[in-house]
């Protein structure tokens, strides 16, 4: 499939369909060539963790890791965030250009049961709005939709929630200490109340949402694994918005010790509430730069 076909096949309703959904699956986006990509950068970031990779909810042999925004590994993951058919998918989902990428994010979750990720909204951990901004989610690892990512339909047309701090006993313990926004709903306790969608995948498929939706992911099971990479994009409406907590100074993600040097303050200095979310550090994918 050429990066033609991929816009070709995305017709008018499914496009309609993820604006107002805030998430959708795209089926066999990615090559055989792309996946092997795909899995030597996941074994690269694994092998080489920012400063920053966690490893949640206690340790032994159940395993639920996570490392984000490495800026050594962007090279790594520059043929997969470039020359795949993803860029060309969200042209279409956003009628627009130019796209940037972002940052990339890595999941693993293996060894036996493992708890939930907890339900929340990416826009609430980041400082960055706007309907130009994108979560390209693959698995290296066929998924059934029980045991897949979960959304809540409409969601990032709604309320902004407090983030969740991820605490071993309270899903929605809030983020940040301000009142500025309303703590999480227990959505998994009331399930039934909400319209959750999610969806099987097949390593090729990819699941591309909007930050602002709600999502949480299952849990994995005995036996199982989930090996998850995340690209994150932006387009042309993207601003610069403050968040309470984010602060300009951190150095989330920043690779420290393996020698770079630059802090995360470099990608927003200078930016005001309102501005165009902009920076040369920040790879153009569509059109080429």
């Known amino acids: ?111 036996g049961e493992t708890r939930r990720t907890p339900w929340h909204q990416d826009t609430s951990y980041f400082p960055i709005a706007g309907n130009h901004h994108a979560v390209v989610w693959l698995c290296l690892d066929r998924v059934e939709g029980e045991d897949s990512l979960e959304f809540v339909r409409g969601s990032h047309l709604k309320t902004l929630y407090n983030g969740s701090s991820f ?50 992911g299952a849990p994995t099971h005995a036996g199982g694994q989930r090996r998850t990479i995340s690209l994150r994009y932006f387009g042309p409406d993207a601003t610069f918005v403050e968040r309470p907590g984010v602060r300009k100074d951190s150095n989330v993600g920043f690779n420290r010790e393996a020698g770079d040097s630059r802090n995360i303050e470099e990608f927003y200095v200078g930016l005001k509430p309102g501005d165009p979310f902009r920076n040369p550090a920040f790879y153009q994918v569509r059109p080429r730069s």
């Open 1 to 111: 499939m050429t990066m033609s076909d991929a816009s070709i096949r995305l017709s008018d309703q499914e496009a309609d369909r993820f604006r107002t959904d805030g998430a959708g699956v795209f089926r066999g986006i990615l090559d055989r060539h792309m996946m092997t990509e795909a899995e030597r950068a996941f074994k690269w970031s694994l092998d080489h963790p920012s400063p920053v990779a966690q490893r949640y909810y206690g340790s032994g042999e159940v395993v639920f890791y996570q490392d984000l925004f490495n800026t050594l590994a962007w090279p790594e993951y520059r043929k997969l965030f470039t020359e795949s058919n993803i860029p060309d998918i969200l042209q279409r989902l956003w009628e627009s250009e130019p796209i940037w990428f972002f940052f990339e994010q890595v999941f693993f979750k293996a060894g």
């Open 167 to 216: 605490s071993e006993d309270d899903d929605t313990a809030p983020l940040y200490a301000e009142n500025t926004l309303p703590r999480l709903p227990d959505i998994e306790k009331e399930r039934n109340r909400w319209d959750i969608m999610s969806f099987s995948v097949d390593p090729g498929d990819v699941v591309i949402f909007h930050p602002g939706t709600l999502h949480g």
